[in-house]
């Protein structure tokens, strides 16, 4: 099996920028996507394939990649955007799930 | 509007079974290829298994591999998981979900069903 790790927390001040990293062995080959779950909520989907952002998810969502580190950034984050934020992939039939991050916005 | 609505969860004894369901609405069920997936109080999210539309691909995680078996009735437009051997550890709220193309995809979520195992 493998892992993604990511980190448990992250702070940002409203109207700056956050960024929460995904690291793993098998992220230099298969992509990532993030997923935003509120408390109480079921997960929604941010990012998909690195870097895409499905249509309704506002632009200040983005995500890059380098090496076997991916990154989701949120630009001028807002009260709303707190919430645990998790990167997944796959590899052979097998899908994983990022550690979580928390991310509190104040 | 799209609905998925899991039943089934409550409280077990370690070592016994249950099965989940997850009943599904406004979409062409039979089209979908449906997950489960599992959190634990407070914890993260984990993968717990997934099946093609038709059926004929099933995948597990390895944590419950061999205890748990997922299913479908297109029929019913209805999605199963049988639960075996439960641990403590399998404690969680239960997810399904589902995709149309990529597998590696949540389309649409249900709002989860709660699991304690417990003696």
């Known amino acids: 099996s493998y892992e993604l790790t990511q980190p448990s927390s992250v702070s940002v001040s409203p109207g700056q920028t956050a960024r929460i990293t995904c690291s793993g062995d098998?992220?230099?080959?298969?992509?990532v996507r993030w997923l935003q779950q509120k408390p109480g909520q079921a997960p929604i989907l941010v990012i998909y394939k690195d870097r895409q952002r499905p249509s309704g998810i506002p632009e200040r969502f983005s995500g890059s990649s380098s090496g076997t580190t991916v990154t989701l950034t949120i630009s001028g984050a807002r009260l709303e955007d707190e919430a645990d934020y998790y990167c997944?992939?796959?590899?052979?039939?097998?899908?994983?799930f990022g550690t979580g991050t928390k991310v509190t916005v104040l | 509007q799209v609905q998925l609505v899991e039943s089934g969860g409550g409280v077990v004894q370690p070592g016994r079974s249950l099965r989940l369901s997850c009943a599904a609405s406004g979409f062409t069920f039979s089209s979908y290829g449906m997950h489960w997936v599992r959190q634990a109080p407070g914890k993260g999210l984990e993968w717990v298994a997934v099946?093609?539309?038709?059926?004929?691909?099933?995948h597990y995680g390895d944590s419950v591999k061999g205890r748990f078996t997922i299913s479908r009735d297109n029929s019913k437009n209805t999605l199963y998981l049988q639960m075996n051997s439960l641990r403590v550890e399998d404690t969680a709220v239960y997810y399904c979900?589902?995709?149309?193309?990529?597998?590696?995809?949540?389309?649409?979520w249900g709002q989860g069903t709660l699991v304690t195992v417990s003696s």
């Open positions: 098998i992220l230099g080959i298969k992509s």
């Open positions: 997944y992939s796959a590899a052979d039939n097998n899908l994983v």
């Open positions: 099946i093609s539309s038709d059926e004929n691909k099933k």
């Open positions: 979900a589902s995709y149309l193309v990529d597998w590696v995809s949540f389309d649409y």
